[in-house]
C-alpha cells in the first residue's frame, strides 16, 4: 500500500480536514488546525507531504519520527498540528485496512465510553446559570465554563465578586453532584490567580483550568497549595517534551492535550501514558470537529487514566456548522447519561461525509479570535 495524495479542507466554522488516499483505495482522515491559523497548518501539511508521497501508510511510527526529527526545526502549534493531522490520518488508514478500530491497534480498549461535558456560556460568561440547567436537562453531568473577563494583572475585587457570582449561580441552578469546571483562559496572572484560586474553594469544583499560562508555569508553586481543587493545563503544550517538566514538577492534576495539536494519536497516547505514572489525570482538550472528537475517544479508549472528554455539540464558537454536520451517521457519537460511546467502526469508527467537505470548503472560513483590550488601551489575554 503506498499514499498517493493528501487533501486539505478549510470548512466552517473554523476547522481543517485532511484526507489521505492511497493506491488500494483506503482513505484515511485527520483534523489538523490550530484555531485562528488554519491556513498555515495546511500549508505545514502541504510541506510535509513531500516526504510521504510513495510511502506505506501503515509505518507510523518512523513516519512520525521522521516528520517530527527530519526537519531540524521542530515543535510548536503549527508544525504539531500539521504532524496531529497525518497522524490521525494514517492511524484511521491502518484500522480501515485491518478492519479494527484504533483503539484495538493501541492494545485494546479499558473502557467502553467516557464521561463528556458541555461548554457553556461563550467568551464573557454570560447566563450560565441557564445554561448549565439547560445541559443537565440534555443528560450531561459535569459543564465547563470561562471563569472570567479580561483581568489585569492586579485588577478589581468588583471582578472577582463577578466571578464569585456567576459561579454560585451555577452550582445553586444544577446543585451539588453536577461537576463544574472554570476555565481561566490564560487571562489571568499570578497576582490575581493567588486570590480567584482561593475565592473559589467553596463551589467543590471539578477542576481549574490554566490558572496561568503554561509559560508561567512556575507560579503554580505559590498557587496550588492555596486550594483543594484539581489543577488542570496543557492544551497550549505540543509534545511529551513540553510536558516532562509539567508533571515532573507535580503541581498539575489533570493534563489536556489536544490530539490535534499535540502531534496526533502517537503523542497523545504517549503523553497520557506519561502521565499515569506519575498519577495526573487526562482530560483531553477538544473544542473542535468529529474527526479531532473521534481521535480523543479512539485515546481515552486505551488511557487508563482518562476520565472526561471535552467536545464541541452546541458551543459557542458553531455558529455555521455544528460537531455532527460532517459525519455520515450522527449517531456514532452515542451521548447518553453524560457519558459518549468510543466508535466501534473500523479506524477512526466515523464516516465523513466527503461531499458536503467539498461544499463546505468551498466557502472557507477566516475564523480569528477575538483581540481584547483593556479601558486603559493594553492588550487583554483572550
Not at 508555569?217 to 505559590?222: D, G, S, V
Not at 506519575?278 to 481515552?300: E, F, K
Not at 488511557?303 to 460532517?326: C, M, P, R, V
Not at 464516516?351 to 466557502?363: L, M, S
Amino acid at each position: 500500500m503506498k499514499i498517493t495524495k493528501i487533501t486539505t479542507y478549510i470548512v466552517p466554522p473554523r476547522w481543517c480536514f485532511l484526507k489521505i488516499e492511497t493506491d488500494e483505495g483506503v482513505v484515511g482522515w485527520g483534523e489538523p488546525v490550530v484555531e485562528g491559523r488554519a491556513h498555515s497548518v495546511a500549508a505545514a501539511v502541504e510541506e510535509l507531504s513531500d516526504y510521504l508521497i510513495g510511502k506505506d501508510p501503515r509505518n507510523i511510527e518512523d513516519h512520525w519520527t521522521v516528520l517530527y526529527r527530519g526537519g531540524f526545526y521542530r515543535g510548536g502549534a503549527i508544525h504539531m498540528s500539521a504532524l496531529a493531522g497525518i497522524d490521525q490520518a494514517l492511524w484511521d488508514i491502518k484500522g480501515k485496512a485491518l478492519g479494527v478500530p484504533i483503539s484495538q491497534l493501541l492494545g485494546g480498549p479499558v473502557r467502553d465510553s467516557i464521561r463528556v461535558y458541555s461548554w457553556i456560556g461563550g467568551d464573557r460568561p454570560a447566563d450560565t446559570a441557564a445554561a448549565a440547567k439547560d445541559a443537565v436537562g440534555r443528560g450531561f453531568t459535569a459543564v465547563k465554563m470561562n471563569g472570567t473577563e479580561e483581568l489585569q494583572f492586579v485588577d478589581s475585587h468588583e471582578k472577582v465578586e463577578l466571578m464569585l457570582a456567576n459561579v454560585a449561580a451555577v452550582r445553586e441552578a444544577v446543585g451539588p453532584h453536577v461537576g463544574i469546571g472554570i476555565d481561566f483562559h490564560g487571562r489571568v496572572h499570578k497576582p490575581m490567580a493567588k486570590v480567584l484560586i482561593k475565592e473559589l474553594e467553596p463551589y467543590k469544583l471539578m477542576f481549574i483550568e490554566e490558572p496561568v499560562l503554561s509559560e508561567n508555569y512556575e507560579a503554580l508553586k505559590e498557587i496550588a497549595h492555596l486550594t483543594s481543587t484539581p489543577i488542570a493545563l496543557g492544551e497550549r503544550l505540543y509534545s511529551r517534551w513540553d510536558f516532562k517538566r509539567i508533571l515532573s514538577e507535580g503541581y498539575v492534576d489533570i493534563i489536556q492535550p489536544d490530539v490535534s495539536h499535540a502531534g496526533g494519536i502517537t503523542e497523545t497516547r504517549k503523553i497520557a501514558s506519561m502521565a499515569e505514572a506519575y498519577d495526573v489525570a487526562v482530560a483531553l482538550h477538544c473544542p473542535l470537529g468529529p474527526i479531532a472528537l473521534a481521535a480523543c475517544l479512539q485515546v481515552d479508549a486505551v488511557s487508563y487514566n482518562a476520565f472526561i472528554q471535552e467536545q464541541s455539540l452546541g458551543i459557542h464558537y458553531n455558529e455555521s456548522n455544528d460537531l455532527l454536520d460532517y459525519v455520515q451517521d450522527p449517531g456514532v457519537f452515542a451521548y447518553e447519561q453524560g457519558y459518549v460511546k468510543i466508535p466501534q467502526g473500523p479506524g477512526l469508527g466515523i464516516e465523513i461525509n466527503e461531499e458536503y467537505v467539498k461544499e463546505r470548503a468551498a466557502i472557507g472560513h477566516r475564523w480569528r479570535n477575538p483581540i481584547w483590550r483593556h479601558k486603559d488601551g493594553s492588550f487583554a489575554e483572550w
